[in-house]
């Protein structure tokens, strides 16, 4: 047998070992899932979890992993076993075919522990799901600005063959009850879109004498001078991204009354960082926060546990929130997403408003 010969034959021998290996990984994982459906004791589920049954595998037919039958037979102490032993989430492994999480399964059965106890495994990982793309790649790529067949305000970027809505005209209701509960003479906005939350501070009874925006695409700059948005009185533009700013010498004297923020591309962490300047960034106790609360709102789990995240890390930096329910539903008829991918599909938009919290 030549040299070349046996390394053939072990290349071979190796192939064949790894593929029997997923075999087996796929045999136990859908023996899981099958022992779960069929009420099986605890010990035969217990002792297929000590073989390693993987818990990332999803049959072919639903896409279902473990987790998702667990909580179709709604179990609450296998859903809470599983996730002790690593069950995926929070991503694409964590949903089905259909785009269900198994949270998703246990809302829908109405079995709130199962829903809570994976919910609250979220919250406490702290592990979210990944923004749309870099902000850097953001930065670097084209807007376009228009309207739509029914006179909506869009803003959209240009993703391989598919264009996505960075700001839509259907928000208006939601900034303009942002803006609502927390008016103010001196105004932060991280984020200008299509200008929406900036009209509505602008057309308050008192306009704001000190109006700070953050933006940093080119393109968003182009449209704020073409619309004169760099010659309205007490308006001052800082063009850069938030982090070029906020927390430097540029900004330390400045506190704001009502600081908002809505970046788009950036991740959960990116807001989180934000949060931690907001003692120093809001003027007191009156002052108010809020923020465009849309990560995670194409499925109700992830909704859910971004929302409550962002009041958990607010808590510790002694800001406490109140939250408004928005019904932004669709209305029978309505076309709202157009061609564009839809980044909002949650019946109810949860408003934060964030304050201070008196310790007096």
């Known amino acids: 047998m030549t040299e070349f010969t046996s390394a053939v034959d072990n290349s071979e021998e190796r192939t064949k070992h790894e593929n029997d290996a997923i075999v087996d990984e796929d045999t136990i994982g859908l023996a899981l899932i099958n022992a779960i459906l069929e009420y099986a004791p605890i010990e035969d589920i217990q002792k297929l979890l000590d073989e390693d049954a993987p818990l990332w595998y999803q049959d072919e037919e639903d896409g279902w992993s473990a987790l998702h039958a667990a909580a179709s037979v709604e179990d609450a102490e296998l859903v809470k076993k599983l996730l002790q032993h690593g069950a995926v989430w929070n991503s694409e492994l964590a949903v089905d075919n259909a785009g269900n999480t198994a949270g998703d399964i246990a809302l829908s059965l109405n079995d709130e522990e199962s829903y809570r106890t994976i919910r609250d495994a979220g919250i406490r990982s702290g592990r979210t799901t990944p923004a749309l793309g870099s902000t850097d790649n953001f930065l670097s ?15 959209l970027l240009q993703s391989g063959d598919t264009e996505i809505g960075v700001m839509m005209g259907w928000e208006r209701g939601i900034m303009q009850e942002t803006v ?39 393109d968003v700059l182009r449209y704020m001078r073409e619309r004169g948005w760099y010659d309205r009185k007490g308006v001052v533009v800082l063009e850069g991204k938030w ?9 330390e004297d400045m506190t704001f009354d009502a600081v908002y923020t809505d970046t788009f591309s950036e991740e959960y962490e990116d807001l989180r960082l934000f949060f931690d300047h907001l003692p ?3 003027a007191g106790p009156n002052a108010r926060f809020s923020f465009f609360n849309g990560l995670g709102a194409t499925n109700a789990l992830f909704y859910d546990v971004y929302t409550h995240l962002a009041e958990l890390h607010l808590s510790e930096l002694g800001i406490d929130v109140e939250w408004e329910d928005i019904d932004v539903a669709t209305m029978p008829g309505e076309v709202r997403w157009g061609n564009t991918r839809e980044y909002f599909a949650m019946r109810l938009y949860r408003l934060p408003i964030c304050r201070t919290r008196n310790t007096t």
């Open 280 to 282: 120093k960034l809001l």
């Open 243 to 251: 982090q070029d700013f906020v927390g430097t010498e540029l900004l």
């Open 180 to 218: 609502r509960g927390m008016c103010g003479l001196r105004v932060l906005n991280i984020g200008f879109g299509l200008g929406i939350i900036d009209a509505f501070f602008q057309a308050l009874p008192i306009p704001p004498s000190r109006h700070v925006i953050i933006e940093p695409h080119p």
């Open 141 to 155: 790529s084209r807007l376009r600005y228009t309207s739509d067949e029914h006179g909506q305000e869009i803003c």
